[in-house]
């Protein structure tokens, strides 16, 4: 088989008719305290996401976002409130310290040992998701990486990693650097008999990572169950993941999702 030259990955290359019709793009905010509301909203929506895969357990999960007013700052979801139930008005601030400098409710430490590490040791990282989802703790029992099976697994090709101590319940800092230095400059980290947790420029991105990430375990689970894996060559799946894994792509991932969501109920936003 002769090799192909693919294109640049960018908006042009990847649609039709975008100069025509135009894509959505990214916001772009001058006015921090409205890129804050904005942001708010959006990690108010992904909790929604959540609640609609399935992705809620207990009072486990959480995702965050960096604050873009005080950027030393993150929001994160309040304690016991379901995420079906989270608006941007209940989202906690939360500083790299544990103290809570703006809400009104306590929230989950393991959320603050472990977003907190993330966020300060990768200031390209704007967000974190993590839960425990039934495929993502399954395959996270595995303790290996995700196989470049699919045109979505390729997205994490040599783009993740995997956290292999697990000593009970995340509950202090030095676990949350270990995580980080796992995650590496990935997209996302298994957790080894935990679950998963993704990263992206964006609520959007890290949220839809997940999504992705979680749906991946299932497929090669499924696969793997069925019988030997066939793998994507080493050099088709990195160029596949420069154009799944590229910001434009992660971001619009999203997209779908969060006008599901706003569709079914827009309380999200109060």
Known sequence: MSELVKP?????????????????????????????????QRLASAFRVFAMKGFDEGLAGHI??????????????????????????????????????????????????????????????NAVAHAHTTYGRAFASLGIKLAPISQDACMFYNNHGVFTEFTGVVAVTEEGDLIAEALGQGAGVILQNHGLLTVGKSVDAATA???IMDSCCHS????????????????VAAQTQKVNGSDYVTWGNYQPMYAQVLALDDSFLE
Request: avoid cysteine; glycine fraction near 6%; aromatic fraction near 8%.
């Open 8 to 40: 640049e990955a960018n908006i042009e290359n990847m649609t039709r008719g975008s100069q025509q019709f135009g894509v959505p793009k990214p916001p772009v905010f001058e006015d921090k305290m409205a890129q804050r509301q904005y942001d708010k």
């Open 64 to 125: 965050t976002v960096r604050d873009a007013v005080e950027p030393d700052t993150f929001w994160v979801n309040p304690l016991a409130v379901h995420f079906s139930q989270i608006k941007a008005s209940d989202l906690v601030r939360v500083d790299h310290k544990g103290n809570i400098v703006e809400g009104n409710y306590a929230i989950n430490n393991a959320a603050f040992a472990i977003h907190s590490r993330i966020h300060e040791a990768r200031p390209d990282v």
């Open 209 to 211: 990572n997940f999504v």
């Open 220 to 235: 090669q689970l499924l696969a793997q169950g069925a019988g030997e894996l066939t793998l994507i060559p080493e050099q």
